[in-house]
């Protein structure tokens, strides 16, 4: 072969190579391009794929989503956002102003809305959270913020949350809260709640006055040591009742007599209960302790329960003191009736047969008084009163104890007279208590010294003595009834221990006082009467007696009707004696049959006697009667309402048993003479 065939041959062999590489180099670029198309439509299908995801996602969202670029323009939402501000349709495209106006139109302000999202969007504000409360009652939390690709400001993302039940939750939560803590702190209970170690968590203001404890300084201490509990008689501690609470899951009423321990050291009766708190799934979580002060009632208790046995000593007392005179009486009839009794033993047991039944009568008498002064229905007789007057009564009537003890007496009186409004015999009979007690609680020998002064408006009346005295722990009782102090030496000087109760009684009648004083025991004691010049009486007043004594009245015909067979007999015989013409009947018939034979211008009516009482009876003769006639219902039966009862069956008067003779004969005074008011 030539050259030139070499030449052609080298020639066609490179074009043919070049061929087959240009075919190898499309066939590679058409295997890329397939490639290549294979991987972008695998590319697309993941990105419809994760865009249909985002869009699932933003669908499945709670939250209203709007999505905007940065010309303002939306780029998307999803359907929640259109369904919670109510817009027809999907807004994609559309100018972001507008849907502003149509959400602004349902707030209360929509300027201020519509200013708020400008200030947003043109600011820059990378995110923002606003509340947004609509006009139909619906509230939206608004967060937004700017989204960024690559570090570039893309737009912006909108996302609306309808926390309508959450707020009105929150609300009613803190209603709840707000009406439970004005709740305990308004009640008058304690309220402590402790977890389940019985560490304090809570305490209310009533728990934190009555421990002394902040809760501050509470919270997390051991119950035990800020609601600290010890019995009242024992002093030991008293477990507290949260433990048990937190042992067993009930609840745990306190024992009686339990006393918290304060703080700052004061006691205060308590009583209280504690229960558990449980969770919703009735675990245990706490206690809860509510606890109150009940120390005016333990003390209205004591009160009562000493009250009470002040009333049982009293009654054992009153039964002494009236069995007391029992025996010197019955002894002195005895040898005013025995056959060798002479003359003068006669007398001189009459003499004592007469002193105890005064005795007796007096004690009635302040019993009658003091249950008179307690229930307002004691009757002063305000006159014109002359103070020496009244002291020498008194002094009168308190001599016998007086000389007894053979103590000296010494009076102060002012030199000229001082008259004044009072009830003179109850003023003595205030001033006749006060040195009756001066010589029965000193000593023999001892020394009463009475002074009376005029001060600017009042008189004031002091009696004094060097006797046993008075503990500063007794004095603010002695006035109280059956008030008697211990040391009173065993009581051995009787009395009932009203004598003071009703001095004190009588003295505020007037519109005055009384004070007692005394420097301890063994120094002697001193009360003090203050009486208004003026008569300011609080109770309803008489007007004055006639002072002039009685005389008997002589020839009436009187009628005495009593089942005590020894009373009627005996005051017809005193009757008789004054001259009157005396029948003597035992019984309610006996008596009518009686009235209608006889005619008396007086009779003399038991109430309590068998068969007819004496209210009928007198009923009955009133209704009989064609002459003139007085009733006197004469009973053991004093009270105020007592009285009224007689005087309402037609009694003319009432008096009580024994019957003062000086009384009777006032009443029996013909019509016209001066006469006594009805019996007090
Ligand atoms: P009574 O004398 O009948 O017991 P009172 O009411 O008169 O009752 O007195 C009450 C108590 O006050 C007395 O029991 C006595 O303990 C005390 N008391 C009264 N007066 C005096 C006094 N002058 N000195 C000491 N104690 C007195």
């Known amino acids: 072969m030539g050259a030139d065939e070499r030449e052609e041959e080298q020639l066609?062999?490179?074009?043919?190579?070049?061929?087959?590489?240009?075919?190898?180099?499309?066939?590679?670029?058409?295997?890329?391009?397939?490639?290549?198309?294979?991987?972008?439509?695998?590319?697309?299908?993941?990105?419809?794929?994760?865009?249909?995801?985002?869009?699932?996602?933003?669908?499945?969202?709670?939250?209203?989503?709007?999505?905007?670029?940065?010309?303002?323009?939306?780029?998307?939402?999803?359907?929640?956002y259109l369904k919670m501000w109510q817009l027809p349709r999907d807004p994609s495209g559309s100018d972001h102003a507008r849907l502003l106006?149509?959400?602004?139109?349902?707030?209360?302000?929509?300027?201020?809305?519509?200013?708020?999202?400008?200030?947003?969007?043109?600011?820059?504000?990378?995110?923002?959270?606003?509340?947004?409360?609509?006009?139909?009652?619906?509230?939206?939390?608004?967060?937004?913020?700017?989204?960024?690709?690559?570090?570039?400001?893309?737009?912006?993302?909108?996302?609306?949350?309808?926390?309508?039940?959450?707020?009105?939750?929150?609300?009613?939560?803190?209603?709840?809260?707000?009406?439970?803590?004005?709740?305990?702190?308004?009640?008058?209970?304690?309220?402590?709640?402790?977890d389940v170690h019985g560490r304090v968590t809570f305490m209310n203001p009533m728990a934190e006055r009555m421990t002394g404890w902040g809760l501050a300084s509470a919270r997390g201490q051991p119950l035990e040591r800020v609601f600290a509990i010890v019995n009242e008689f024992t002093r030991e501690t008293v477990p507290n009742p949260v433990q048990q609470v937190l042992r067993e899951g009930t609840t745990v009423g306190l024992s009686n007599h339990t006393l918290l321990l304060t703080r700052d050291g004061a006691e205060i009766a308590v009583e209280d209960s504690a229960a558990p708190i449980r969770d919703a799934h009735g675990v245990i979580t706490?206690?809860?302790?509510?606890?109150?002060?009940?120390?005016?009632?333990?003390?209205?208790?004591?009160?009562?329960?000493?009250?009470?046995?002040?009333?049982?000593?009293?009654?054992?007392?009153?039964?002494?003191?009236?069995?007391?005179?029992?025996?010197?009486?019955?002894?002195?009839?005895?040898?005013?009736?025995?056959?060798?009794?002479?003359?003068?033993?006669?007398?001189?047991?009459?003499?004592?047969?007469?002193?105890?039944?005064?005795?007796?009568?007096?004690?009635?008498?302040?019993?009658?008084?003091?249950?008179?002064?307690?229930?307002?229905?004691?009757?002063?007789?305000?006159?014109?009163?002359?103070?020496?007057?009244?002291?020498?009564?008194?002094?009168?009537?308190?001599?016998?104890?007086?000389?007894?003890?053979?103590?000296?007496?010494?009076?102060?009186?002012?030199?000229?007279?001082?008259r004044f409004n009072a009830d003179p015999l109850r003023i003595a009979q205030m001033l006749s208590n006060l040195l009756t007690n001066a010589a029965?609680?000193?000593?023999?020998?001892?020394?009463?010294?009475?002074?009376?002064?005029?001060?600017?408006?009042?008189?004031?009346?002091?009696?004094?003595?060097?006797?046993?005295?008075?503990?500063?722990?007794?004095?603010?009782?002695?006035?109280?009834?059956?008030?008697?102090?211990?040391?009173?030496?065993?009581?051995?000087?009787?009395?009932?221990?009203?004598g003071l109760a009703l001095t004190k009684g009588l003295a505020e009648l007037h519109g005055g006082r009384i004070e007692a004083r005394s420097p301890g025991l063994g120094r002697g004691?001193?009360?003090?009467?203050?009486?208004?010049?003026?008569?300011s009486a609080r109770a309803p007043q008489c007007a004055p007696d006639s002072g002039d004594a009685p005389r008997p009245a002589v020839g009436q015909r009187i009628l005495i009707a009593d089942d005590n067979r020894d009373?009627?007999?005996?005051?017809?015989?005193?009757?008789?004696?004054?001259?009157?013409?005396?029948?003597?009947?035992?019984?309610g018939p006996e008596a009518l049959a009686a009235f209608g034979e006889f005619r008396p211008a007086v009779v003399l009516l038991d109430i309590g006697m068998p068969g007819l009482d004496g209210y009928e009876v007198a009923q009955r003769m009133c209704g009989a009667c064609s002459w003139e006639l007085k009733l006197v219902a004469i009973t053991g039966w004093a009270q105020e309402n007592d009285r009224e009862r007689a005087l309402a069956a037609g009694f003319d008067h009432h008096l009580t048993k024994p019957v003062d003779l000086q009384r009777l004969r006032a009443l029996l005074q013909p019509a016209g003479a001066a006469a006594a008011p009805a019996g007090y």
């Open 286 to 418: 706490g206690t809860v302790m509510v606890f109150h002060d009940v120390s005016a009632r333990r003390g209205a208790e004591t009160a009562l329960r000493d009250a009470d046995r002040r009333k049982d000593e009293f009654l054992a007392t009153l039964a002494h003191e009236l069995r007391n005179p029992l025996a010197p009486i019955r002894q002195a009839a005895l040898i005013s009736k025995a056959a060798g009794a002479t003359e003068a033993q006669k007398r001189w047991s009459h003499d004592v047969i007469d002193r105890q039944i005064q005795h007796m009568s007096l004690l009635l008498d302040d019993l009658l008084d003091i249950s008179r002064v307690t229930r307002g229905t004691l009757v002063l007789r305000i006159q014109p009163t002359d103070l020496a007057d009244i002291i020498a009564a008194a002094v009168e009537t308190a001599r016998p104890t007086i000389d007894a003890k053979r103590h000296t007496l010494s009076i102060e009186v002012p030199e000229q007279a001082v």
């Open 12 to 80: 066609r062999s490179v074009a043919l190579e070049n061929a087959r590489s240009i075919v190898r180099a499309r066939q590679r670029a058409e295997r890329d391009l397939v490639a290549t198309r294979e991987a972008l439509e695998q590319q697309t299908q993941a990105l419809t794929l994760s865009l249909a995801m985002i869009r699932a996602t933003l669908e499945s969202t709670f939250d209203g989503i709007l999505v905007t670029d940065v010309q303002g323009k939306v780029t998307g939402c999803n359907e929640k």
């Open 440 to 498: 029965k609680y000193t000593d023999p020998e001892g020394h009463i010294r009475l002074t009376a002064r005029c001060a600017a408006d009042e008189v004031v009346i002091q009696v004094a003595d060097t006797g046993i005295g008075i503990s500063t722990d007794s004095l603010p009782r002695i006035f109280e009834m059956f008030a008697q102090v211990a040391t009173s030496r065993d009581r051995s000087e009787g009395g009932l221990g009203i």
């Open 567 to 587: 009373s009627a007999e005996t005051l017809c015989a005193l009757l008789r004696m004054d001259g009157h013409e005396v029948r003597v009947v035992h019984d």
């Open 101 to 194: 106006e149509l959400c602004a139109q349902q707030l209360p302000d929509p300027a201020r809305y519509l200013a708020r999202a400008e200030e947003i969007r043109t600011g820059s504000v990378a995110e923002s959270s606003d509340l947004l409360e609509l006009t139909d009652g619906r509230v939206f939390e608004r967060f937004s913020s700017i989204e960024y690709i690559d570090g570039r400001n893309v737009g912006r993302v909108w996302s609306f949350r309808d926390v309508t039940i959450q707020k009105q939750t929150e609300a009613q939560l803190r209603d709840q809260r707000e009406w439970f803590q004005v709740t305990l702190a308004s009640i008058g209970d304690g309220v402590i709640t402790t």
């Open 525 to 535: 004691s001193e009360f003090t009467i203050h009486l208004p010049l003026k008569a």
